[in-house]
């Protein structure tokens, strides 16, 4: 962060959710900005306006307004994640990401290169109404392309493209499949959770792991969604993991462990759910899928169905032992 790009000529590589919100702050200072851009991405106007002053004091003097204003856009992401489980709904939602291309970028080579050839939603969705703006002002070239190598201060594109740069942005994503607590977790023969997994993470749930007993983890496998909080996820999963300690408590069982068959029947059904979604159906390659091909990051379904599958511990899913009386 301390590093003066002022008068820099600067590379950026990638083109997703980071460089989205840099690549604007950074591009009115830098001499030249050589952005490289393997996919394109669906961006969509950011709501992002002030509150009238007539809506700041309803929020503060109307019972219950804030709580209906969170219902309120909690069905509307609702209703958008509808469109990410029948990918033919996202269509007009697609052409909302079309226009704001077309209104914010004039040059139609470079409005070609922005848009992506496939459907809104098989990729993270990006919103922004700055970055459009941004790459297409006069010192910003955008370059299609993956990066084949970097020669010193050469970035050289898989097209052949060369740039010559003092300084290199890397906005080149997460490994979100690649947990780290799993390389750090152990079952009973000393195998760990990420030998167990072998690329593909599996879980019940998305929070307990067949062979590993009391063990729970927070937005595991499967779990992630396309339109909603991870708050969401996160408090649906704490509602299960205290129903499951509080079971521990009354029962006196020392430790339970999601039976094998519970979590094999689970996946599958995840599984078998995924082909009809965007994130399956839309055309794209995403870091939703992992290193075996398999998507491992998704719920396939609404997060109301997901708040009911975790509203309550199942013990029949586990195996339980009680604690070894102490005579």
Not at 9 to 16: C, D
Not at 64 to 75: H, I, K, N, S, T
Not at 211 to 220: A, D, I, Q, R, S
Request: with cysteine.
């Amino acid at each position: 962060h301390g590093f003066d790009l002022r008068g820099k000529r600067v590379a950026v590589i990638g083109t997703g959710a980071s460089a989205i919100q840099f690549v604007p702050a950074i591009q009115p200072d830098v001499a030249r900005l050589h952005l490289f851009q393997r996919t394109a991405q669906w961006v969509l106007p950011k709501p992002d306006g002030a509150l009238p002053a007539s809506a700041r004091w309803l929020m503060r003097h109307a019972p219950g307004a804030d709580r209906a204003l969170r219902a309120a856009e909690y069905a509307t992401l609702e209703a958008f994640g509808a469109g990410f489980r029948h990918p033919r709904l996202l269509a007009q939602i697609q052409r909302l990401g079309v226009r704001h291309l077309a209104r914010t970028v004039a040059d139609p080579t470079l409005r070609a290169r922005l848009t992506p050839d496939y459907r809104l939603g098989c990729t993270r969705i990006l919103m922004s109404n700055t970055y459009y703006p941004a790459v297409a002002q006069p010192n910003v070239e955008l370059h299609a392309t993956a990066v084949a190598r970097i020669d010193g201060p050469r970035v050289i594109g898989a097209d052949g493209t060369v740039a010559e740069v003092d300084a290199i942005i890397y906005g080149t994503g997460f490994h979100i499949l690649d947990m780290p607590i799993a390389d750090r977790v152990f079952d009973g023969a000393g195998r760990s959770m990420a030998g167990r997994w072998q690329g593909s993470p599996r879980a019940y749930l998305g929070t307990t792991v067949s062979g590993f007993p009391n063990f729970f983890m927070l937005l595991g496998p499967s779990l992630g969604t396309g339109h909603s909080s991870a708050f969401t996820i996160l408090e649906a999963q704490l509602t299960y993991v205290l129903g499951a300690l509080g079971h521990r408590a009354r029962s006196g069982d020392a430790v339970i462990d999601v039976r094998p068959e519970v979590q094999a029947a689970y996946v599958a059904d995840v599984q078998g759910a995924l082909p009809r979604t965007v994130y399956a159906a839309g055309g794209c390659a995403s870091y939703y899928v992992d290193a075996n091909g398999i998507n491992s990051f998704n719920w396939p379904w609404s997060t109301p169905a997901m708040e009911r599958r975790l509203a309550a511990f199942e013990p029949d899913a586990y195996e339980r032992q009680s604690a070894p009386e102490v005579s």
